[in-house]
């Protein structure tokens, strides 16, 4: 069973920074593409970032220089380092993993991230 588990979010002023991590587990990590995906209220979720299995990253424009994302395949966990903060960056934050064999994704519960101005 596959369970993707979030963590490191919550409250931070403008201009702080904040790491989440997704912990995987039950399924062969090295062979997904991990990325993180947020919501805002009232907004559609939207993709922040991608790392491929060789390591290559995509990232929306508005997080580009702000946020980096890094796996651990030793560990079955993706991070996210958010710096430079804005109160726009305020969302829920959701791992992804998708099996570049089977195409299948999985999706963690949500961890809520916000900024103050």
């Known amino acids: 069973q596959v369970q993707l588990v979030e963590s490191g979010g919550g409250l931070v002023q403008a201009g702080g920074s904040l790491r989440l991590s997704c912990a995987a587990s039950?399924?062969?990590?090295?062979?997904?593409?991990m990325g993180w995906y947020r919501q805002a209220p009232g907004k559609q979720r939207e993709l922040v970032a991608v790392?491929?299995?060789?390591?290559?990253?995509n990232y929306l424009d508005s997080v580009k220089g702000r946020f980096t994302i890094s796996r651990d395949n030793a560990k079955n966990t993706v991070y996210l380092q958010m710096n430079s903060l804005k109160p726009e960056d305020t969302a829920v934050y959701y791992c992804?993993?998708?099996?570049?064999?089977?195409?299948?994704?999985?999706w963690g519960q949500g961890t809520q991230v916000t900024v103050s101005s």
């Open positions: 992804n993993a998708v099996n570049s064999i089977t195409r299948r994704d999985d």
């Open positions: 039950g399924i062969s990590f090295s062979i997904y593409t």
């Open positions: 790392v491929g299995r060789s390591d290559s990253t």
